[in-house]
């Protein structure tokens, strides 16, 4: 597949905001391998990120935590840690296995990634974050960005917002940022209620791209429809979309036509099912189960008639011994042929 970075979405857009332009959020338990290359088959040019991998687990680790299909590009890792050696050995090893862009954590409330000293509470040490990407970009040209909040428990004024990304983008040499568009509450809140309590503030991660216009910027937070995100990037240079392409994946299917100007045709429902059907086959030959796979496909034909039947039949069938492609065939039967080649 062609690489976003090397095709022109629009006149005024570079090829660094192009990367940026839209993507899929790093989605702990989500965004795993499967779900990115079934995602890639809605959409050429959606940047996709891993879930979040902390730099422990990709050093001390026994499996691999790198591990991505080829198919997959453009794909970013997310990596969460603290330290800026630990960070940039993962930052080589990430390079090396040709990641397109590694974005640092500094956003993600749980308690456990605050206990590790990284996530959303790293906004109060901006200086350590600048440390981190600055270590990070002295051993690789790979692309290093930063995903952070507006603002974190009682510092969440507008000058405590331009303080950090000034000195992370100043000190560290960071040029790329997506903003999630709440501020982080670290103790009272769960990350479920940190996604959906603390409001949005979109016009303040406006005036921020006003304040640094050499900065590339994408913003994250409660986007739903492509018609937001067009409403966004008349602001901003990218935008991030998390759970709503996870639940209706089909949205990524008129990325992009709408968003990078593509002249080619939009996937069918059909077609991205049955596109599914070697790569399922080559992972089940590997170990895989079905269930595994599946799970991130339940959402293809939301709001569509048979859609609960699709659902039901592959939740009832796919984690059974030796399930394979039969079971996704039979669960389309469910759905009128007119709508699956919609």
Known sequence: MTNPSKTAASPDVTPKTVMQRFSVAPMLDWTDRHCRYFHRL????TLLFTEMVTTGAIIHGKADYL????????????????????L????????????????????????????GRFGACLMAEPELVAQCVSAMREVTDVPITVKTRIGIDEQDSYEFLTDFVGIVS????????????????????SPKENRE??????????????DFPHLV???????????????????????????????????????????????QARVSRRQVVEGMFPY??????????????SRHMLGLFQNMPGARQWRR??????????????????????????????
């Open 42 to 45: 809605l959409s050429e040019h």
């Open 67 to 86: 591990a991505y299909n080829e198919q997959e590009h453009p794909v970013a890792l997310q990596l969460g840690g603290s330290d800026p050696a630990d």
């Open 88 to 115: 940039a050995t993962c930052a080589k090893l990430a390079a090396e296995r040709g990641y397109d862009e590694i974005n640092l954590n500094v956003g993600c409330p749980s308690d456990r990634v605050q206990n």
């Open 170 to 189: 100043e000190k560290g040499g960071c040029d790329m940022f997506t903003i999630h568009a709440r501020k982080a509450w670290l103790k009272g809140l």
């Open 197 to 210: 309590i603390p409001p949005l503030d979109y016009p303040r991660v406006y005036q921020l791209k006003k």
């Open 217 to 263: 910027m994408a913003i994250n937070g409660g986007v739903k429809t492509l018609e937001e995100a067009e409403q966004h990037l008349a602001h901003l240079d990218g935008v991030m979309v998390g759970r709503e392409a996870y639940q209706n994946p089909f949205l990524l299917a008129d990325v992009d036509q709408r968003l990078f100007g593509s002249v």
């Open 280 to 293: 399922i086959e080559q992972q089940l030959s590997q170990g895989a189960q079905l269930n595994h796979i």
């Open 313 to 342: 039949y592959i939740s009832e069938n796919a984690h059974k011994p030796g399930a394979g492609i039969e079971v996704l065939t039979t669960a389309m039967s469910h759905i009128p042929d007119d709508w699956l080649d919609a």
